[in-house]
């Protein structure tokens, strides 16, 4: 999402050694082509699975070639190397660690992919199975990394080369072969005042914790990124469960597609995060770019496009994202400056199987002691019954059987720092975060929240209800 009134990037001197993979997904046993740039005569590239901890798996040793940067919308095009991936590595998030002196022994395995990131001379690649080896399918988000990644002087929200009116149809490209995208590269927006250890948008602030928490509690997972969900829909044949987390914003029309396939023929979604599917992205024909039309004709520069009507590429103006996900970022909202009042889910039907655990009680508050609502999240419409309980109305595109199992209305007056996107009833009516789940052939949860990720590892009753969620619809 933007943030129209406080945005600035990370800026950083040239890189002593930098490269970006020629895709950002591999099968193993397969070959990755891997692009470096360094004026030294040598380089090392060394490769981490990401997990409990990080697992040192492989180094590479090359000579050296200088090429330069180009823009954000170009294929960089710089040296090739490539890296056969062994068949037997395990299916994952692999972090690459360049280096532009090649002698001597790896460094001491980082801990944690926080220890890793950079906003350079890091390549992040998702090594998938070449035969399922798990009931559960982890969804990368590689669209969302890249339409925040800076790298060549623009994103998706912006660019150098566009300094007076949004592009010429309002639509943006940005291309996936440049460093970026996940880890490394320049980011855009402002720190997290609630973990400011690492930028918003990366694989190591919303992915890396929700995985590394999966596996320490024994959960077997497989990977994939949105790129091969988008090419490859049998990629999903033989799981039980598709999990999101964190900010997985950006879909394709093919990766939506074949997400409601999935879901139809009764295949199980968990989204532990928000803002999810909000805007739709086209891929180029070979896989290496994205393209965005978010401002309707006659938008002018600094105009908010989530304030705006008829911006071509919001799913909820063509295709309501509610329909897969249940809710949508127009019925939520968004704080991205600083520190934000404290905000929970007000549980309702805590009788629920995905509670069991937990000791909350109806009217309780989940996570409220760690502001776990924000710093986007996402909702559906709704109503009070005669006993007070909040009910989805279906008239966003939600399914009727959208059962909400939390709420949290969030501050309307702008004091509260809260942002809001525009919507069908012209900005009336509740907004909030509602935490819930609905069956259609399968069933998909939707924690809501952007920030469950960074509560997970802080609050014992989030861990409850993920592992529930996990547990039953694995």
């Known amino acids: 999402m933007p943030d129209p009134h406080h945005d600035t990037a990370a800026r950083t001197a040239a890189p002593a050694v930098d490269g970006y993979p020629a895709r950002p997904g591999v099968r193993a046993g397969d070959t990755l082509r891997l692009h470096v740039s360094t004026r030294a005569r040598r380089f090392r590239v060394d490769v981490y699975r ?213 879901r139809d023929r009764g295949g199980n979604i968990a989204v532990f995060g928000a803002n999810t599917c909000w805007w739709r992205v086209t891929v180029a024909e070979d896989g290496t770019a994205l393209a965005c039309t978010k401002f309707p004709p006659g938008a002018v520069l600094g105009a908010d496009p989530d304030g705006l009507r008829g911006a071509p590429d919001h799913w909820w103006e063509s295709e309501p ?58 909702g559906a419409a709704l109503r009070r019954d005669a006993r007070g309980t909040a009910v989805a109305t279906g008239e966003d595109g939600a399914p009727v059987d959208f059962t909400i199992l939390g709420v949290a209305e969030l501050p309307t007056d702008p004091a509260a720092g809260w942002y809001h996107a525009v919507r069908e009833d012209g900005g009336g009516g509740v907004r909030a975060a509602t935490l819930g789940l609905y069956t259609r052939g399968g069933t998909v949860f939707t924690a809501a929240t952007v920030d469950w990720p960074r509560v997970l590892p802080l609050d014992r009753r989030v861990r409850v209800v993920t592992e529930n969620v996990i547990r039953t619809l694995s």
């Open 321 to 378: 994202e509610n329909s897969l996900i249940g809710v949508s970022y127009r019925n939520g909202g968004g704080h991205w400056l600083g520190p934000r009042t404290p905000l929970g889910f007000t549980v309702q039907h805590a009788h629920h199987p995905l509670f069991a655990g937990t000791g909350l009680r109806d009217g309780d508050l989940l996570g409220a002691e760690h502001a776990l609502v924000g710093y986007e999240c996402d």
């Open 50 to 262: 990401c997990g409990v901890t990080l697992r040192h798996m492989a180094a590479l040793e090359a000579d050296g070639s200088h090429a330069p940067a180009r823009r954000h919308d170009e294929d960089w095009d710089w040296p090739g190397h490539d890296f056969p991936v062994p068949a037997d590595w395990p299916s994952g998030v692999y972090l690459a660690i360049l280096r532009a002196d090649a002698d001597g022994p790896p460094e001491p395995a980082p801990k944690s992919a926080e220890a890793v990131d950079a906003r350079a001379g890091r390549m992040l690649f998702v090594v998938t199975p070449r035969v399922p080896a798990a009931r559960i399918l982890y969804k990368v988000p590689i669209f969302t990394y890249h339409a925040y990644n800076e790298s060549g002087g623009g994103c998706l929200y912006r660019s150098i080369h566009h300094r007076a009116t949004p592009p010429p149809g309002g639509t943006r490209i940005v291309d996936l072969r440049r460093p970026g995208g996940g880890i490394g590269g320049p980011v855009k927006g402002r720190p997290d005042a609630h973990d400011p250890r690492t930028p918003r948008q990366t694989f190591a602030h919303w992915d890396a914790p929700f995985i590394a928490w999966l596996e320490a509690n024994g959960h077997t997972i497989d990977y994939c990124t949105d790129l091969d969900l988008h090419t490859t829909p049998e990629i999903l044949d033989g799981y039980r469960l598709l999990l999101s987390a964190g900010h997985d914003e950006y879909w394709s029309a093919p990766t939506r597609r074949h997400v409601t396939a999935f």
